[in-house]
């Protein structure tokens, strides 16, 4: 699992923006969620012990059940956006943390600290990811 936070930490220190947001489903829960960023694409997925995070190389890659998200909530806030950091989250309660080997939820940050951020919550829910958007 610390693989794939690894994946989205390259991308944090790309600086890449988002582009897109993909899932199979549309609101607050998706089963298959990729984000598109001008560096590269990440699936992310439930698994039986938390998040699989890949990345893939080319649309070819994606799963063919896959509609927009864009003007989802909190997805059309974040367009054009850069990622600025990724990490587990529950590691501020000491639950969760990567150490465990299980990664049940990702924060990721949009734009700087001093930019007026957004951190997104997904939460990895069964056969499903929870996506919210976290006050800062």
Same mark, same amino acid.
């Given at each position: 699992?610390?693989?794939?936070? &690894?994946?989205?930490?390259? =991308? ?7 582009? !897109?947001?993909?899932?199979? !489903? ?7 969620? %990729? ?5 590269? !694409? =990440? ?29 989802? &909530?909190?997805?059309? !806030? ?5 990622? %600025? ?39 990895? %829910?069964?056969?499903?990811?929870? =996506? ?5």
């Amino acid at each position: 699992m610390q693989e794939g936070l &690894e994946i989205l930490e390259r =991308v944090a220190s790309a600086g890449g923006k988002i582009l !897109r947001a993909e899932g199979d !489903r549309a609101g607050a829960s998706v089963g298959v969620l %990729t984000l598109t960023f001008d560096v590269g !694409r =990440v699936v992310i997925a439930p698994a039986e012990d938390g998040l699989a995070i890949a990345g893939v190389d080319s649309r070819e890659g994606l799963p063919d059940v896959l509609g927009s998200l864009d003007e989802e &909530e909190p997805w059309w !806030r974040l367009l054009g956006q850069p990622l %600025t950091a990724a990490w587990p989250g529950g590691v501020e309660e000491g639950v969760g943390a990567s150490g465990l080997g299980k990664l049940m939820v990702v924060k990721l940050r949009f734009r700087e600290e001093t930019e007026n951020p957004r951190v997104v919550r997904l939460e990895a %829910t069964g056969s499903a990811i929870r =996506v919210s958007l976290e006050d800062v």
